[in-house]
């Protein structure tokens, strides 16, 4: 009997020890600001979207907003944004819908990096159009085509949208490690990814995480692979992506509208004679898009070519090629009305 009352106050004792040391661990790390994260910027599941308080691990999607929340995060590089109860960055949207809809479907630039709220190209538009026109931004950070298409068919066909803006094309081309394209990755079962959102959300685990990953992993310049780079999404898969939504929007009886994703111009925001390869693989994915409008009788608006008359639509280009300013949200808002008008659609 004493025998089992001691082995009963050992296992209690074990309990609480390890309790005190977990909560002790998540104090000292919290307030230390521990950086916890192992940034890989080649890998498609991207630990650099990884920030708990930012995403969710998904098994569909690899990673989705996490709801209901106003968020600051570094991830954001110190920006706030509010993100609504369905996950996206936009206002509260009803399942009935009292007026037509436009959805924006897309990455970083849609999603409106760096960008108020109010001054999104979404939010500008629909004051363009007079507020005729509800438009959701479905816009994810990260986001490529293949995220976009599977997202669209599986969440955004329920808001019945009347209209589809596409804009894919810089996360497409960006390089996976390992040579896992995202139409490769193989995620682990809900079960799994359910706990990986709890204990990402413990400091103790994501340092433990951190030191672990940083003992065994490769170089991160070592994953990628510069003699036969695989990108994330490939030219040819990128344009069946962009295909089956157009195709999706259709049979759901809405109308797609794809839009070049713009850089900036060598000639405007570079030194005289700068080349870049950047820019030259950019421009095979916007002549895609071109492709598939051309082809396929889809609106297009190319932003890409238009973008290439201004000189003052980036605030960096050095810097940041990707995001385009508050004049850019302006310039492609009034491109889209602009299209929408002329198609007599509006």
């Given at each position: ?6 082995t009963?106050k050992k296992?209690?004792?074990s309990?609480?020890a390890?309790?005190?040391?977990v909560t002790t661990?998540e104090l000292?790390l919290?307030?230390g ?7 890989n ?9 990884d920030?708990p ?11 989705k907003?996490k ?14 944004y ?5 996950g996206?960055r936009?206002k509260?949207?009803s399942m ?9 479907l897309g990455n ?6 760096g960008?108020?709220?109010g001054?999104i190209?979404t939010q ?10 509800e438009?959701i931004?479905?816009g994810?950070p990260?986001?490529s085509?293949f995220?976009g298409?599977v997202?669209f068919?599986s ?6 949208p ?13 390089a996976?490690?390992n ?26 685990y ?9 003992n ?5 310049e070592?994953?990628f692979?510069?003699q036969?780079?695989v990108?994330?999404?490939?030219l040819a ?9 157009c195709q ?17 111009s ?12 950047l820019h030259?693989?950019?421009e ?7 492709k598939?409008a051309r082809q396929?009788?889809v ?13 003052n639509?980036?605030?960096?280009a050095?810097?940041d ?22 198609s007599?659609?509006?």
């Amino acid at each position: 009997m004493a025998s089992n009352i001691s082995t009963a106050k050992k296992v209690i004792f074990s309990i609480l020890a390890f309790v005190f040391f977990v909560t002790t661990s998540e104090l000292i790390l919290s307030i230390g600001d521990f950086d916890s994260y192992v940034q890989n910027r080649f890998f498609v599941v991207n630990r650099a979207l990884d920030y708990p308080e930012v995403f969710l691990r998904d098994k569909k999607l690899f990673w989705k907003l996490k709801p209901d929340q106003t968020v600051t995060s570094n991830f954001f590089q110190g920006h706030t944004y509010r993100i609504n109860s369905a996950g996206r960055r936009d206002k509260e949207i009803s399942m009935d819908k009292s007026k037509p809809r436009i959805i924006a479907l897309g990455n970083s630039c849609t999603f409106g990096w760096g960008i108020d709220f109010g001054l999104i190209y979404t939010q500008i538009l629909e004051q363009i159009l007079d507020k005729h026109y509800e438009i959701i931004n479905a816009g994810v950070p990260g986001y490529s085509s293949f995220q976009g298409q599977v997202y669209f068919k599986s969440e955004l066909v329920k808001l019945k949208p009347d209209y589809v803006l596409i804009l894919f094309g810089w996360n497409d081309h960006w390089a996976a490690a390992n040579g896992i394209a995202d139409k490769a990755q193989q995620l682990p079962s809900e079960f799994v990814i359910s706990i990986q959102n709890i204990l990402s959300n413990f400091h103790l685990y994501r340092a433990i995480k951190k030191v672990l990953l940083s003992n065994i992993e490769s170089d991160l310049e070592s994953l990628f692979d510069r003699q036969d780079p695989v990108y994330r999404v490939s030219l040819a898969d990128f344009e069946k992506n962009i295909k089956s939504i157009c195709q999706a929007a259709r049979n759901y009886q809405a109308i797609p509208l794809l839009i070049t994703a713009p850089i900036p111009s060598l000639e405007n925001y570079y030194s005289p004679g700068s080349r870049s390869w950047l820019h030259r693989y950019h421009e095979y994915y916007n002549q895609t898009i071109r492709k598939i409008a051309r082809q396929d009788s889809v609106l297009l608006v190319d932003a890409a070519l238009e973008f290439d008359k201004y000189a003052n639509l980036y605030d960096d280009a050095s810097l940041d090629p990707i995001h385009f300013n508050i004049k850019g949200h302006q310039i492609l808002a009034e491109l889209i009305a602009a299209q929408i008008a002329a198609s007599n659609l509006y």
